[in-house]
């Protein structure tokens, strides 16, 4: 495959190379020989060139009717469709994603870049009554200015779009900072913005080390708000910066996944979903279920069919059509894991799957791990309590319903959680009980739908919402506004 050449960032409408002059080698996580790509290693001048232009093109955006804005985000998401193949290629050749998941996380970005351009004809404000006689009183809603937008390496298509459209949408100006592993999809994302005739200035991309780049993102003065996709330890950096400043910011962080199965469950049903939600895109998912808390008198029974369906999953290059689990990210997420993983043989769990590296040929030059099960897990365990960020299950015996849901709230994240049985009275109160922001039944825990709010309880969020209509309320602000008669009635 060949190796596409550096570009450099995408700022004020032009491809220009890091201010200090340096480029990093992209290089395939299904097979290190191979270099994807080549970008720039870029420094906070190269930030601050985005955001100054940012800030220049925000009025002439701000003041553009939002149904021009649409048009320009319905073009784009026909340019991207017309490409998907080619970016889904790039994708999965640049982070891991198995192409049949890279290809569906690609038609996800064509339609959120539909589903906001739909929002550039719809309301944005209320007629409030007025106490005042002859008065009118109503409210719009404006854009924040330029939007700092941080985004992780494991859906490099969607979370930059689901994140930038709206702002887009709503008449801010964007800087994009994705991360060090999967700029190449980000750079693809403003190559098909320059085709839809995006004005110069309104979207930006620079790529380089986040410790240095996403510092000078937020402390910039032109920046007005910041919306972030990552770890705890970097979101509540990314806090502590937003809040001395007293702008907006928005973070979307861990998760600690848990499906609880009933003993009425459908145990085959909830076996091929739970392994899904574990072990496709090899864990590396938010919402990935990392727990299964099963009911005791189904425990056996359903380790049975999981275990079964774990050691046939067909571990693959990201680009073999056959692919189900493909490699992790990059070697220090294939050594984590596999610390997670000599925590549980040593006695947190007993190993029923996987467990190390797959031996071949095939996997010599990549960051694989085998897709692992441990049963027997303690709630308390760090296995069952820590974000692995792989393809790692544990799965917890639970004496009832209620223990169940309390194991399952027993962690500091609050994500998303899954409900397998055919009890409505137990489903209802699941729903009530449980404490996360994604409550599924009968689902898998990972993967939401874009129309719908996005985000966690506890520390897997700021208490915001990303997606649907709720992005609304992080990209604006309202402005009430009184009109009364002049000379009074």
């Known amino acids: 495959m060949s190796t596409l050449e550096a570009k450099g960032n995408w700022i004020g409408g032009a491809w220009r190379p890091s201010s200090s002059g340096e480029v990093r080698e992209v290089r395939n996580p299904s097979n290190v020989d191979e270099v994807v790509g080549v970008v720039a290693w870029s420094t906070p001048a190269d930030v601050a060139a985005a955001v100054e232009s940012a800030e220049k093109a925000f009025r002439s955006w ?8 649409a048009r320009i985000l319905s073009k784009a998401a026909d340019i991207l469709a017309g490409r998907l193949e080619e970016v889904a290629r790039l ?7 198995p192409i049949g998941e890279a290809r569906g996380e690609v038609q996800r970005g064509v339609d959120l870049l539909h589903y906001y351009a739909g929002e550039g004809w719809r309301s944005l404000g209320h007629v409030i009554p007025s106490a005042a006689p002859g008065a009118l009183m109503f409210t719009v809603r404006e854009p924040l200015g330029v939007v700092g937008v941080i985004t992780p390496w494991n859906f490099p298509v969607a979370i930059p779009l689901w994140k930038s459209c709206p702002a887009l949408i709503f008449g801010n100006t964007v800087v994009l900072k994705p991360a060090a592993d999967a700029p190449l999809t980000a750079l693809a994302i403003a190559s098909v913005f320059e085709e839809a005739g995006m004005p110069p200035g309104v979207f930006n991309v620079v790529t380089g ?3 240095q780049l996403g510092d000078a993102l937020i402390q910039h003065e ?5 919306t972030f996709t990552g770890s705890n330890a970097v979101g509540a950096h990314i806090a502590r910066q937003a809040a001395a400043r007293g702008i907006k910011y928005q973070l979307e962080m861990g998760g600690k996944n848990a499906a609880i199965v009933l003993a009425d469950a459908d145990l085959d049903h909830a076996a091929d979903v739970v392994i899904s939600g574990a072990m496709r895109f090899a864990g590396q998912k938010c919402t990935a279920t990392s727990r299964a808390i099963v009911e005791r008198g189904v425990l056996d029974a359903f380790t049975e069919k999981v275990v079964e369906r774990a050691r046939r999953i067909a571990v693959r290059p990201a680009t073999d059509e056959e692919a189900y689990l493909g490699p992790v ?3 220090a997420q294939r050594q ?3 610390e997670y993983i000599e925590l549980g ?5 007993k190993l029923a799957a996987g467990g190390g590296i797959p031996e071949g040929d095939l996997y010599a030059r990549g960051f694989f791990v085998e897709p692992t099960v441990f049963v027997d897990v303690r709630p308390d365990a760090r296995i069952a309590q820590e974000e692995i960020f792989g393809p790692v299950l544990s799965l917890i015996p639970a004496d009832s319903p ?3 849901i309390e194991i399952a709230n027993g962690v500091k994240y609050g994500l998303s959680a899954s409900l397998f049985t055919n009890d409505l009275t137990r489903a209802m109160q699941y729903i009530r009980d449980i404490e996360v922001g994604m409550v599924r039944v009968n689902a898998e825990t990972a993967g939401v739908e874009f129309q719908a709010p996005f985000g966690g309880y506890k520390a897997s969020s700021s208490y915001s919402r990303e997606q649907g209509r709720a992005a609304i309320e992080f990209f604006t602000q309202v402005k009430t506004v009184t009109i009364a008669p002049a000379g009074g009635c």
């Open 222 to 226: 032109a920046v007005k708000a910041v």
């Open 62 to 69: 701000k003041n553009m009717p939002a149904p021009s804005r």
């Open 329 to 331: 990210v990059n070697e």
């Open 336 to 338: 984590k894991v596999l």
């Open 91 to 97: 994708l999965s050749r640049e982070q891991g994603k």
């Open 402 to 404: 209620e223990q169940a």
């Open 345 to 349: 043989k040593a006695g947190e769990g």
């Open 209 to 211: 080390p986040g410790s």
